[in-house]
C-alpha cells in the first residue's frame, strides 16, 4: 500500500514523502485530529542537539492524535470507528517492565514516523475506539491526559494510604490535567496546585486551594506531591516540594528537564522520601483514560479550556503555520484538523 508521510527533514521545513507499507494483519487509520506537543516544537525549530536532529530526521512528528478506521484485516475494529492511536510500539512483552520504558520499544514522533501521514498503519491493540459523540478535538490530546493517567496510577501503587492532602506543583497542561483526574479519582483529598501564573491558576476551579509559588504558607503541609514543570521550573519546584511534603511521602516527577536537577538528598533522607519518574504511557493508560470518558463525561468539559488554537491543515504550508502559531501562544494546546 503506498501511503504519504509528511516528514520534518530540517528545521522548520517538512516535505512529503510517498512509502510503501504493509497492512497485512494491522489495522489502517486515517488522522482526523493531531495535537501539538512541546516535543514536536522542539525538533521542528531545531532546539535539540545536532546530533539528536541527525539521528532522528528525516521523522514524520506529532504522537497525539485520533482518527477513523478505514480498514481492519483482523477484524476487531469497525470501519469509520474513531479511535485514539497509540503511539507506544513495544516489540516484546515484559513481566516486570512496563511498555513505555522497555529500551527497544519505539515511539512515533521519535525515532520513527508519528501520525503526520495520510494514513497510518498499526498494531490491532494501538487503537482504542472512542465514545461516540466525543469531541474530536479534545479527544485529540487523549495520550497527554494518559501520560497523567500512567503517572497517578504508579502512585496509587507507591504512595502510602495517608492521601489526605496531595500537591500538584504547575500550572500548565500537565498540572492542569493531573488535578483534573485526581479530583475524578480521589474525591475525598483535598488538592491544591502551585504556580507561577495567576491566570492560569484561576482555571483550576475543582481544587481546594491554589498558590502562587512566591506565596506559598509557611505551614502548608502535602502527605504526597506531583512535580509537573519541567524546564526551569522543575528545580525551584522539587526544592519546595521537599520543605513543605510529610515525612514518607511520595514526590511523583513528571516535568522534562534538559539539564540535571540539583535535590536536596539530606533532608530527602531525614524524611524518607520516595521519588517517582514517569515517562509517556501504554495502552492500559489509555484503557483507563476513555473509560474516564465515558463514566464522567463532564470531564471533557474541564479539558476544553486547554485548546488554545484549532488549525484546518490541508496542505504543507498550513501545517507550517499551525506550527508557527502553536510557537507564540502563551498557552494552550494547538490542534490540527487534519485534511491532508
Not at 494510604?161 to 504547575?170: E, P, Q, S
Not at 509557611?218 to 514543570?229: L, Q
Not at 522543575?234 to 521537599?242: G, H, K, L, T, Y
Request: hydrophobic content about 40%.
Amino acid at each position: 500500500m503506498l501511503n504519504c508521510s509528511y516528514r520534518l527533514v530540517a528545521p522548520r521545513t517538512i516535505q512529503p514523502v510517498l512509502l510503501q507499507v504493509d497492512a497485512a494483519d494491522r489495522v489502517v487509520v486515517r488522522p482526523t485530529n493531531l495535537s501539538i506537543c512541546n516535543a514536536d516544537q522542539r525538533y521542528y525549530q531545531g532546539v535539540r542537539s545536532e546530533e539528536v536532529l541527525r539521528k532522528k530526521l528525516p521523522m514524520a512528528l506529532i504522537h497525539e492524535g485520533i482518527g477513523r478506521v478505514v480498514s481492519d484485516q483482523t477484524g476487531e475494529h469497525n470501519c469509520g470507528d474513531l479511535v485514539v492511536m497509540i503511539p507506544n510500539e513495544p516489540s516484546k512483552q515484559d513481566l516486570v517492565i512496563a511498555e513505555n520504558y522497555l529500551s527497544d520499544s519505539k515511539f512515533r514522533g521519535s525515532g520513527f514516523d508519528g501520525f503526520m501521514q495520510e494514513l497510518v498503519v498499526l498494531s490491532p491493540n494501538r487503537v482504542i475506539p472512542l465514545p461516540r459523540g466525543i469531541d474530536a478535538d479534545i479527544a485529540a490530546f487523549t495520550e497527554l491526559v494518559s501520560v497523567a493517567m500512567h503517572a497517578i496510577r504508579r502512585f496509587m501503587l507507591t504512595a502510602h494510604c495517608r492521601r489526605r492532602r496531595v500537591g500538584i506543583w504547575g500550572d500548565g497542561n500537565v498540572g492542569y490535567i493531573v488535578a483534573l483526574l485526581l479530583h475524578y479519582l480521589l474525591p475525598d483529598t483535598e488538592l491544591f496546585v502551585v504556580g507561577r501564573n495567576s491566570q492560569k491558576l484561576a482555571d483550576f476551579t475543582f481544587v481546594s486551594d491554589v498558590f502562587l509559588a512566591s506565596e506559598m504558607p509557611v505551614k502548608a503541609r502535602v502527605d504526597h506531591a506531583f512535580e509537573c514543570c519541567g524546564g526551569e521550573g522543575s528545580a525551584s519546584a522539587i526544592e519546595q516540594i521537599i520543605e513543605h511534603i510529610e515525612p514518607e511521602g511520595t514526590v511523583s516527577l513528571l516535568g522534562v528537564v534538559e539539564n540535571s536537577v540539583p535535590i536536596n538528598t539530606r533532608m530527602v533522607l531525614e524524611k524518607g522520601l520516595r521519588f517517582v519518574g514517569n515517562s509517556r504511557s501504554g495502552r492500559v493508560d489509555f484503557v483507563q483514560v476513555v473509560e474516564l470518558y465515558r463514566k464522567h463525561p463532564d470531564i471533557l468539559d474541564y479539558l476544553s479550556s486547554l485548546i488554545g488554537h484549532v488549525h484546518a491543515v490541508s496542505n504543507l504550508q498550513d501545517i507550517q503555520t499551525a506550527f508557527e502559531v502553536d510557537m507564540r501562544k502563551p498557552m494552550g494546546k494547538t490542534i490540527m484538523q487534519w485534511n491532508m
